[in-house]
């Protein structure tokens, strides 16, 4: 008697234990299945939820609040610059679907919706070619893509055939491969810098070709030829004119050698001194030269202040007969 009741008193004991281990056990697990799965999934949610938008209009302005009535400017927004889509989007008072955005710089505001391409890559065209209204070749109606056109390449596709959109929408569609198209960071970069030089007046968008072409970074890319030909036009002369026609100059004279340049107010570089373009070819008297020299995108030289047909003004002497070897 005094055996079965020892038997029975282990075998319960033995029972609880193991009911108590399993149920740590259980609540290990428990604890497991309520972090680890859970985190990677609001991790992925997350995830999911960063979407860019690419501002496709030269300026465009960001509010605190939908629409215009009332709202507070923030500050703009430029031609190609990625920001982050916050997945909200409201109707204003002028009846337009605003969405909400992130800027680089943790900036928060509105934006109406229609002026932003929401997902997608950049991406600048390298040669001609054709877009058409829908994945069929039977809906080419006559538009192409030009070398340096800009575009937002979409995540919809469909076979062999991709969906784009282009600058303030003027060229939108379908293409049928990317081989054309050109998506490393310099050539973005350069493509948005090339854009938005074509919006401003004559005399600033001059400047900042200029600084595009003279910029070291771009000078191997390959559409940098085209930068070059909207600066020059077709100003450009060949290169024995040019030496004959500058042989044998006095030294109080320089001829202009780059295709144009810039003439300044004072001499340094500023986005507002331009006071006139000078082209390749033309003879200029020579007033004063700077006193020490200055290295401006890897090339060091004298400025010169010149009169050319009674305009005065600095050049910069790498660009003149004056050029330092």
């Keep these: 008697m005094k055996n079965t009741s020892a038997l029975i008193l282990i075998t319960l004991l033995t029972l609880l234990t193991g009911c108590g281990n399993k149920s740590k056990s259980e609540i290990n697990k428990d604890e497991q299945s309520n972090t680890s799965p859970n985190t990677s999934r609001d991790n992925t949610k997350e995830e999911e939820e960063m979407v860019n938008a690419i ?10 609040k939908p629409g215009r009535k009332n709202a507070k400017y923030l500050t703009t927004i430029y031609f190609g610059e990625t920001v982050e889509f916050l997945n909200q989007k409201k109707q204003a008072e002028d009846s337009k679907e605003y969405i909400k955005i992130k800027l680089s710089d943790g900036t928060e505001g509105w934006a109406y919706e229609y002026l932003f391409s929401i997902g997608g890559k950049l991406g600048v065209v390298k040669k001609p070619f054709e877009i058409y209204k829908r994945p069929d070749i039977m809906t080419f109606e006559g538009k192409k893509l030009n070398p340096m056109d800009m575009v937002v390449l979409s995540e919809t596709t469909q076979k062999d055939w991709f969906n784009v959109v282009g600058f303030k929408k003027e060229k939108k569609g379908w293409i049928q491969n990317m081989d054309n198209l050109l998506m490393d960071d310099n050539t973005i970069k350069m493509g948005i810098l090339y854009r938005r030089a074509l919006d401003e007046t004559e005399t600033k968008k001059y400047d900042l070709l200029e600084n595009i072409v003279n910029n070291p970074n771009f000078k191997n890319n390959e559409l940098i030829r085209y930068v070059t030909e909207a ?3 077709d100003s450009q002369m060949d290169f024995d004119s040019l030496y004959e026609k500058f042989e044998n100059l006095p030294s109080n004279k320089l001829g202009i050698t780059a ?5 300044r107010s004072e001499p340094k570089i500023d986005s507002d001194n331009v006071v006139f373009q000078i082209k390749q070819g033309s003879i200029c008297n020579i007033v004063a030269q700077s006193e020490s020299l200055e290295e401006i995108n890897d090339n060091t030289d004298r400025w010169y202040k010149i009169n050319y047909e009674g305009k005065e003004g600095w050049v910069f002497g790498y660009n003149t007969t004056k050029r330092r070897n």
């Design 55 to 64: 501002c496709l209009w030269p300026k465009v302005g960001l509010r605190d």
């Design 231 to 233: 600066l020059y036009e």
């Design 259 to 263: 295709v144009a340049s810039n003439v």
